[in-house]
């Protein structure tokens, strides 16, 4: 069975910084496109980042203002979002995703204290 398990969220400080993980299993990992999202006002999620198969093309929403990255492992069949200068808009819970995939983890979720 496909399973995405996302971890790293936590309670962290304004400005503070976090790296959350996803764990895929159950689908050929290096060859889907990954992406991560999040709730947003008026949207069910939106799109935060997202990679190519091979990494080798990421991109971001707008307003990240480059406070975020995606990268991959692809031996290790794992997704990674380090997020810096956190602030309080940042708070929600992450997902992870396979681009072709419909299929969602559970969330992990990052607060942002002010």
């Keep these: 069975q496909v ?4 971890s790293g ?7 503070g910084s976090l790296r ?12 889907n496109a990954m992406d991560w999202y999040r709730p947003a006002p008026g949207k069910e999620r939106e799109l935060v980042a997202g990679i190519t198969a091979g990494g080798s093309r990421t991109k ?3 307003s990240l203002k480059g406070r975020f990255t995606i990268s991959r492992d692809n031996a290790k069949n ?4 380090p997020m810096n200068s956190l ?5 929600a819970v992450y997902y ?3 681009r072709d995939l419909d299929v969602w983890g559970q969330g992990t979720l ?3 204290s002010s």
């Design 96 to 98: 992870c995703k396979a």
């Design 20 to 31: 959350l993980s996803c764990a895929a299993s159950g689908i050929i990992f290096r060859l």
């Design 110 to 112: 990052v607060t942002v």
């Design 3 to 6: 399973q995405l398990v996302e």
């Design 60 to 62: 971001y929403l707008d």
């Design 9 to 15: 969220g936590g309670l962290v400080q304004s400005g």
């Design 87 to 91: 602030h309080s808009a940042d708070t």
């Design 78 to 81: 794992t997704l990674y979002l």
